[in-house]
């Protein structure tokens, strides 16, 4: 099989929908500390389909605040500018992340449960570890994957000889990506991240999820998001094939203080929150 060129992974980063404009625009505002709850609720009120999304995320289980939300000014309110910020950046990829995708083995919906799955673990760990903003984390690992969308129809292809090449050398799945296709799933993320304007904090963490150490701008988030990747996998959360094989990085457990103890306290919180189906 010939190998895939970064021009032709760029075209096809190119095609995926720019991250809409009401998104943009609710980054900026979140990010300005005189924005008003009211003109969050205006800018998303412009995306009905959006805010019913968004809506339906604040209220689910994981947030579990107490009484129902039942406008984005509310929710602005109770749950803060950073979460809202997260909810609707998830709100916004929820559809790509449902499609199929076929050159990992993912069923429809299997994608978007995963990075949910993962998002909402980053989030539980950056709080037990105290990292900085729990939201960054949140918004990185529910992104980590988002490079299999786009190389879903070059996998389709590649899949059996990328299996293969994992089950005969007894190597991770992205580094026989990397060795068949010339390029991995985490690096074409990456080119996604930058094309919606992501902070390079983000970017890396993308690019990196699979091996920690080699994060040089906040090695903490990286591997907050290798963990809670690590962790949804186990619990058997979306694993398609990219599941075989996938070393936990010590590195990242010790750049974090992350004991084995808080590993399963972390599992056994995301099986508390999984069984309200809701979560999802």
Known sequence: MEKVTLESIVEAVNDLPALPHVVVRIMELTEDPNTTAQQINDVLNQDQGMTAKVLRLANSAFYGFPRRISTVTDATVFLGFKTVRSIVMAASVSDLLSREVEGYALAPG??????????????????????YTVDVAYTAALL?????????????????????????????????????????????????????????????????????????????????????????????????????LYPLSPEAMQTLKFSEKEAENTISQLVDLFIDQQSF
């Open 144 to 244: 980590h994957d988002i490079g299999k969308v786009v190389l879903n129809s070059t996998m389709k292809q590649a899949y059996h000889e990328v299996v293969a090449m994992v089950e005969s050398e007894n190597i991770p799945f992205s580094q026989a990506e990397d060795q068949i296709l010339g390029f991995n799933h985490a690096m074409v993320g990456a080119k996604i991240a930058e094309k919606w304007n992501l902070p390079p904090e983000l970017v890396e963490a993308i690019a990196y999820h699979h091996n920690p150490e080699q994060s040089k701008i906040n090695l903490q988030l990286t591997s907050i998001v290798h963990i809670a990747d690590v962790i949804c996998l186990s619990m058997g959360m979306g694993i398609g094939i990219d599941g075989m």
């Open 110 to 131: 299997e994608l978007w449960r995963h990075s949910q799955c993962v998002a909402i673990s980053a989030r539980l760990i950056a709080k037990t570890c105290k990292f």
